[in-house]
């Protein structure tokens, strides 16, 4: 009887083991196979540096839909995010394996900081449905693929501060949905192409190595961030910025912009306003005062009075350019008041400047006047870069007045 029980007791146990492998290969059969095999793929280009357990979970004797990262709808991977998301993780290294493109059903495709190398793989243009692409803060390298324009309904490209290079394919300014198009810190070249995308938002391009003008219909109307700085863009930009009037970010600073800065921009809803470093021209005109909490015109050829409608500025930076006349008397006494924490004209013609030499200059503010067409009222300590001398040459002043 009792070797009766333990036969039976077997025989279930058995039973119950191969129940349990039905069941896993049923789970893992509830994946489309050609997800399964890719999801494999990537894995076998890909390894945690070390400090990440992110593909500890990677077991493919289980649903690969419970893996880290892996996000699915009935059969088929519908977002794949590669990396520890979390502050601070060391990331993945490797390389990005094509199978990428056989999860057709792929919506958003992410990966975190770490070391992954290699191109960017073609295939990636397979994934008609993908609307998410962000691959940044790794070490891709190669061109940009021509063929990301096929991905018709995309519409956040961010490959930001990563080793690519070559110019940006003309193809990814034809996608009819982009919203956000973030390319910064790269090693990329040639022209900016036209965006055609009526919803584009956010166009980030700065720390590359761009050049050519800026076409007024390249930059649709519903932008809202622009980032151009730190490249060698040329030509004139006040057409183009006159058609946006809903930016809330501007840097073009750190190229060879040139023409003049036409007074809309200054009435744009935003915080900073850089433009410095270019080779901007002509007087500078407000239509109003400016709310602008941070202005930036310095290093430039700007010419002309400076507008009383400064006044409201909380740090205004002029200096480098070829402004003259007298400081107003507004800036003066906003100055005076603390509401000006920085007042750089330095290195201009200014001949003038309303203030009583014992006048006290707010510990929480800072004045520089040096190397202009007059002896500076009051001594204010000024940046290094500004030099040592104090008023610019007289021959220089006699010159330019005439």
Known sequence: MLKRRTWVALA????????????????????????????????????????SNFFASWDFTSDPCNFA?????????????????????P???????????????????????????GRLPQT????????????????????????????????TLDLSYNQLAGGIPRSIGT?????????????????VPPFISLTLTRLDLKNNDLSGSISPSSLPPSLQYLSLSWNRLSGPVDSSLTRMNRLNYLDLSMNRFSGCIPGRVFTFPITNLQLQRNSFTGPVQPPSEVTIKTVDLSFNRLSGQIS????????????????IGH????????????????????????????????????????????????????????????????????????????
């Not at 009935?74 to 601070?88: F, H, T």
């Not at 990428?100 to 919506?107: E, F, N, P, T, Y």
């Not at 009383?308 to 402004?323: A, D, E, G």
């Open 12 to 51: 279930a146990a058995v039973v119950g083991f191969q129940f349990l492998g039905m069941c896993n290969l049923f789970a893992v059969a509830m994946l489309d196979p050609l997800d399964f095999l890719a999801l494999q793929s990537i894995r076998k280009g890909l390894e945690d540096l070390p400090g």
């Open 91 to 117: 990331g993945l290294t490797g390389h990005l394996d094509p199978a990428i493109g056989k999860l057709s059903a792929l919506v958003e495709f992410t990966v975190v900081p770490g070391r992954i190398i």
């Open 327 to 402: 400081v107003p008397a507004t800036i003066v006494d906003r100055l005076l008041a603390a509401n000006i924490q920085i007042l750089y004209l330095q290195h201009n013609y200014l001949t003038g400047i309303e203030i009583n030499p014992t006048a006290a200059i707010p510990l929480s503010s800072s004045l520089c006047l040096q190397y202009n067409c007059m002896v500076p009222p009051v001594q204010t300590p000024c940046p290094l870069k500004a030099g040592k001398q104090k008023t610019r040459p007289t021959a220089q002043c006699v010159e330019w007045k005439g």
């Open 175 to 191: 996608i009819p949905a982009l919203s956000n198009v973030i390319l910064c810190h790269n090693r990329l070249s040639g022209s």
């Open 69 to 89: 990262g892996v996000y699915c709808d009935s059969d088929k991977v519908l977002a794949l995010n590669l990396g520890d998301p979390r502050a601070g993780s």
């Open 124 to 155: 990636l243009s397979q994934l008609k449905n993908l609307r998410f692409l962000a691959v940044s803060r790794n070490f891709i390298s190669g061109d940009i693929p021509a063929t990301l324009g096929q991905l018709r309904v995309l519409q």
């Open 308 to 323: 009383p409608l400064f006044s409201t500025v909380q740090n205004l930076y002029l200096n480098n350019n070829r402004f």
